[in-house]
């Protein structure tokens, strides 16, 4: 498990969350390093963390892709008609059950909530930012990352700066 996930799943922990929904594309990296881009915006495209697995809920039709990129989770595949609703009831039920479930409180669409509250009436849904405060604490190849941009646009700066002379326009 990675330090961020370690992280956000210790905050679960003292929050009593069962269960974390994730449904940015951006926080899902942030967690997993996976990038799934999904073509439609109907597409089912879930991160659940437990207190037990993770888990990575999409469609079928995108398998190969997740189970490729979200090494670290379990994959649950939409069956024909299935939505993300019927997938997060069999997470629960794999994990015998939530009380409480936090989600993302800055994106998570309506619609999914009360999908998934029809399946799971006696769940309390819990609005969080949990995620987004881990992200705060870069990681070490993050910072790597940064440093490496830093570099690259201080000689590009740096470049410029040596070309330009009274007189000169930028055509």
């Known amino acids: 498990m990675n330090e961020r996930i370690a992280a956000v799943k210790a905050e679960m922990s003292r929050q009593g969350l069962d269960a974390y929904i994730i449904e940015t594309r951006e926080n899902k990296f942030a967690l997993t390093g996976f990038e799934h881009n999904v073509a439609d915006y109907n597409t089912i495209s879930l991160l659940v963390l437990t207190q037990g697995k993770d888990y990575f809920l999409a469609e079928r039709m995108e398998q190969e892709a997740v189970t490729a990129g979200a090494k670290d989770c379990e994959v649950l595949l939409a069956e024909k008609d299935e939505r993300a609703a019927a997938l997060m009831k069999r997470v629960s039920d794999l994990e015998g059950g939530f009380r409480r479930i936090g989600y993302e409180i800055y994106a998570f669409r309506k619609y999914y909530a009360d999908e998934i509250r029809t399946v799971l009436p006696n769940a309390e849904f819990v609005p969080t930012d949990i995620v987004e ?24 700066l740096m470049h410029a700066v040596s070309r330009i002379t009274c007189g000169i326009s930028e055509k």
Request: hydrophobic fraction near 45%.
């Open 133 to 156: 405060q881990a992200r705060i604490i870069k990681t070490k190849a993050e910072i790597e990352i940064i440093a490496e941009t830093m570099e690259i646009g201080s000689k590009a």
